[in-house]
């Protein structure tokens, strides 16, 4: 029997961690998409999700906090060949990376987001994050937002995402599907996954989750943009999961082709005298 491709290392994760069911889970999809793992590129910022390119046999590289996004866009501008694949945590994506999660969605370059959201801030013990549970007066939880709430799939759909969808990782079959559908749609493609934090979120818990979940029917369609962002607003006592929304659109790639004809940036040579006479210019 074939040893597969993608394999992975011990990590440092709690024990019960979401995490563990992602990491499997995306495991077997590469494995499943028989992409040879030296072109595949996993990305990170910081935070116990960031950790993800770390235990998986495959290119890695981890950015500054908030920073993976730029990080992975830049990888895939200059080879357009790579599979590009970030891991990030929902304070990593949308607190201190908010400003690259709105770009990169104008952008629409060619890769794929997960974003492991436990509504909390796990690295660092619990603080709250964007998408933390607003505070209750009367039964204020450990971490809360005094503010609102911040909903990514709502934003995502304002700011444009072709390809937005939510999953929860205690259904790896549900996740399995989600994250096989957002690798291989062209364009930016984003995948909040509820995760429960074990250790520090007691409240939205396995659980809590398996209690609202709802996967989306079969009568849904996902091409329909007003139907999508009614379905974002929904997270409560039932929270839809599924493709909302997925729209063929041109990628940076279709609007730049002079950077991406066959022969991949990373691949042309520039003459050092064309370097030097650029240099110059800025002296």
Excluded at 66 to 92: C, F, Y
Excluded at 137 to 157: E, I, R, S, Y
Excluded at 184 to 210: E, M, R, W
Aim: one cysteine or more; charged letters at 15%.
């Amino acid at each position: 029997m074939n040893k597969p491709a993608f394999t992975t290392y011990d990590t440092a994760w709690c024990p019960g961690c979401g995490n563990y069911a992602i990491l499997e889970t995306l495991t077997g999809v590469l494995n499943q998409l028989a992409t040879p793992p030296h072109q595949v590129v996993l990305v990170g910022g910081i935070g116990q999700a960031a950790k993800t390119n770390q235990y998986i046999t495959a290119n890695g590289f981890s950015g500054l906090h908030g920073r993976s996004l730029p990080a992975a866009a830049a990888i895939k501008i200059a080879n357009n060949d790579l599979t590009v694949i970030v891991n990030t945590g929902d304070g990593d994506s949308y607190g201190e990376g908010g400003n690259h999660f709105l770009h990169n969605i104008r952008r629409n370059v060619d890769i794929t987001h997960f974003v492991h959201d436990n509504q909390i801030y796990g690295l660092t013990k619990g603080q709250p994050s964007p998408t933390s549970d607003p505070c209750d007066p009367l039964h204020k939880a450990a971490a809360c937002n005094m503010g609102a709430t911040f909903n990514p799939l709502l934003v995502a759909l304002a700011a444009g995402a072709t390809f937005v969808a939510r999953s929860f990782s205690g259904d790896k079959k549900h996740l399995a599907d989600m994250m096989s559908a957002a690798i291989k749609h062209p364009g930016y493609a984003l995948v909040d996954i509820l995760q429960p934090c074990v250790s520090f979120n007691k409240v939205n818990t396995f659980a809590y989750y398996k209690q609202r979940v709802k996967p989306l029917d079969d009568r849904y369609d996902p091409t329909n943009k007003l139907a999508a962002i009614e379905k974002a607003m929904e997270f409560g006592d039932a929270i839809p999961i599924g493709i909302l929304y997925q729209q063929a659109t041109p990628t940076y790639a279709d609007k730049r082709p002079e950077l991406f004809d066959n022969t991949p940036l990373v691949d042309k040579h520039v003459p050092q005298s064309a370097i030097e006479t650029l240099i110059k210019s800025y002296i």
